[in-house]
C-alpha cells in the first residue's frame, strides 16, 4: 500500500509514518513544516530510502497536494494547527489552515483517485459536554468551544459532503474520523519523537522542567470538582493511536456501503488528573519537577474521558501502554536523548 500522510513531519504524523514503513509500506509526507521538523523528515527517510518520500508542501497548494497524490492507495490526514489558544486569537488562521486545508485535500484526492481517508478528529469537538456525558461516547452532541474544534467539526461536515457527492458522481469514497483524547509517549524505539513548538502539551513541559529548561510546571487551578481538585484528561499513547488508524483502514472500503463511514473516539476510558501526571514525571524522571498554581484557563474543562467502547467492539481495539508511567517512560527516553528536540 502507498500511503499519504499530510502533517508525516509533526509529533502524531511521524509515528504513523514509521509504523507504516515498518509495515512495508510506502509513505509519501506532505508537509509545510510550519510545526513540523525537517529531521524527523530525515529520519524517516534513513529508514526506507526506496519507500519514503518528502514532500515540503502547503496544504494550500492543491496542485502540488494533487501531484503528491498520484498513486497513493490511502490519506491520513494529520496536518493541522493544534492549539487552542491560539485558535482564539487568531480563529481565521485555523479556518484557512484547517478547514481550508481540508478542502483542498479532498480536492487533491478527488483528482489523484484516492478513495480512502482517516482524518484526525479531536475529542475538542465535544467542547465541555456536562458529567452526564462522560465517559465520551460517540453520540455525544458535539458543541465546541473554540475556533480549534469548531475547524475540526467543520472538517467532518466538509469530509461527510465530499463523500455524499462522491457516491452520486458513481466513485465513492470510504472516511474514518477519529477523534483523540490527549495523546502522549514516544515510539518505544526512539527513533522519532515528540516536539512541538511552542510546547503546550502536559508531559513534555514536565520534561523540559526536569531537564532544567524551565523553571517550573504551571497549573491551571487547583480548584476544581475533581479528587485532587485538578483537572482530568485521557492519555492515549501514541503507539495505541497509530494501531487504531491501521486497525480502521483495513476496514475502509468505498466499494460496500457498510466501509464508507466509521467514526471512532481513541481515548482509554481512564482519566488521569495533572497531579497523576506530575507525579509520574517526578517518579520516571527522578527529578523534582517544582510546579506553581496558576489561574484557571477559560474553557477548560474539568474532567475528559473518552469511552473506547465502540471502537473495542467494532475495531477490537484497546490500549496496550495503559499506565502514565509507560507513556512518560518512553517521552522521556526520546527527550534524554534530543534534549533539544529534533
Ligand atoms: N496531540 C494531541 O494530543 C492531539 C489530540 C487531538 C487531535 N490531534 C490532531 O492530530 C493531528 C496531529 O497533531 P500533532 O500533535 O502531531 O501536531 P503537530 O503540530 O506536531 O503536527 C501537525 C503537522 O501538520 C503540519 N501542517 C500544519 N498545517 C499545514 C499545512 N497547511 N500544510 C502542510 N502541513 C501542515 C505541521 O507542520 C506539523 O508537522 C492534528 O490534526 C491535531 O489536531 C492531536
Known amino acids: ?16 509514518a514509521l509504523r507504516l514503513l515498518d509495515e512495508g509500506h510506502r509513505v509519501t509526507v506532505v508537509d509545510n513544516l510550519v510545526r513540523g521538523h525537517r529531521e524527523a523528515a530525515t529520519a524517516l527517510e534513513r529508514l526506507a530510502p526506496d519507500r519514503f518520500r518528502f514532500v515540503e508542501c502547503d496544504l494550500l497548494d492543491t496542485d502540488r497536494l494533487a501531484a503528491a497524490a498520484q498513486g497513493c492507495d490511502l490519506a491520513m490526514h494529520f496536518a493541522a494547527l493544534a492549539y487552542v489558544g491560539e485558535s482564539v486569537d487568531e480563529p481565521l488562521r485555523y479556518y ?6 481540508t478542502i483542498s485535500l479532498l480536492d487533491a484526492l478527488t483528482r489523484a483517485s484516492v478513495r480512502r481517508l482517516v482524518f484526525s478528529s479531536t475529542c475538542a469537538t465535544y467542547g465541555e459536554p456536562s458529567e452526564e456525558y462522560i465517559p465520551i461516547s460517540e453520540n455525544c452532541p458535539q458543541h465546541p468551544v473554540n475556533a480549534y474544534g469548531r475547524s475540526k467539526l467543520m472538517c467532518e461536515a466538509v469530509i ?10 458513481s466513485a465513492p469514497v470510504a472516511f474514518a ?3 483523540y483524547f490527549n495523546v502522549a509517549g514516544s515510539d518505544a524505539t526512539g527513533r522519532v519523537g515528540e516536539d512541538h513548538r511552542p510546547e503546550t502539551h502536559l508531559i513534555p513541559i514536565c520534561l523540559e522542567v ?8 504551571t497549573v491551571f487551578g487547583e480548584d476544581w470538582p475533581t479528587p485532587d ?50 507525579d509520574s514525571c517526578r517518579r520516571v524522571t527522578g527529578h523534582a519537577i517544582p510546579a506553581i498554581v496558576g489561574q484557571r ?4 474543562p474539568p474532567r475528559l474521558v473518552g469511552s473506547p467502547e465502540k471502537i473495542r467492539r467494532e475495531l477490537g481495539w484497546s490500549a496496550k501502554h495503559v ?18 528536540g529534533w
Open 96 to 101: 484557512r489552515n484547517n478547514v481550508g486545508g
Open 210 to 217: 526536569a531537564l532544567g529548561q524551565r523553571p517550573s510546571l
Open 297 to 300: 484557563r477559560a474553557g477548560d
Open 1 to 16: 500500500m502507498h500511503v499519504l500522510v499530510t502533517g508525516g513531519a509533526g509529533f502524531i504524523g511521524s509515528h504513523a
Open 160 to 169: 461527510r459532503d465530499w463523500s455524499l457527492a462522491r457516491t452520486r458522481a
Open 177 to 179: 474520523f477519529l477523534r
Open 229 to 278: 481538585s485538578t483537572c482530568i484528561r485521557d492519555y492515549v499513547h501514541v503507539e495505541d493511536l497509530i494501531s487504531a488508524h491501521v486497525l480502521v483502514a483495513q476496514r475502509l472500503d468505498p466499494d460496500r456501503a457498510e466501509g464508507r463511514e466509521f467514526v471512532f473516539n481513541v481515548g482509554t476510558g481512564r482519566g488521569a488528573s495533572v497531579r497523576e501526571v506530575l
Open 323 to 340: 499506565t502514565l508511567d509507560t507513556m512518560v517512560a518512553s517521552a522521556w527516553a526520546w527527550r534524554q536523548a534530543h534534549p533539544k
